[in-house]
């Protein structure tokens, strides 16, 4: 019975009561009155029991829940501690290509893991990664060393575009091979003392006036020894 009702059966046993109802239906209309009283503190408990009880439940739900990722994660703090969980994650820095990074991996596991079975597959990886860094590191030294080259040959080509003294010519070809001379020169206009002098028009200037003149290229054995101006005769040699 709602309390609709019961406010109605309260009233009605109020009317009874006052229009000189039989005492015995007054009593039945009250005995009604005090069930539904009843009936509906019942309800109030049960309703208020259930309320509690969902709350509980939930609480006990959220427990449960949190207990659960708090073992996950002691899971997961357990398998990285692991060789298996250690040695694969080494691999897949491997796999991406970050040499540097792989081969610091191998070696703290093989440092932390001395026991494993799996020790000697990291022995092998780190003596591949580190060749394989070598090999880097070598590429890159090459790859430097030829920009060097580039640069100083375009720097130097600039230089011989504008010409430069018989002094800063033997700076340039000293020790240098005729192949390399006349790679830097192309071909002398002429040669003498046995092929041992070359010499080249117009490729030399004079210190003080700047006027072009011949520069002469002197070999031994192949190798440019001295260079000399053709209005000079001073020769620039070790």
Known sequence: MNVQTTIITIMLAALLAGCGVRKEDHRKVLNELAQTKRQLRTATTEVSELRNGEVTRLLLELKRASDLIAGLRAEIDRLKKQDVY????????LD????SAALQAYQAFVRDFPSSPKVSGAKAQIQEVGQRLEVQQHEADVRTQR??????????AERIRGSMTAEEWWNVLRGKTTKQVK???????YTTDGDRRWTYYSRSVMPYSGKRELLCVH????????TQGENSDMLFTD
């Open 96 to 99: 991406a290509g970050d040499l």
């Open 86 to 93: 250690t040695f694969t994650e080494a691999g897949k820095l």
């Open 183 to 189: 790679d830097l020169l192309g071909i002398p206009g």
């Open 219 to 226: 070999f031994r054995d192949g190798i440019a020894v001295a």
């Open 147 to 156: 920009e060097r080259e580039e640069r100083e040959q375009k720097e130097l």
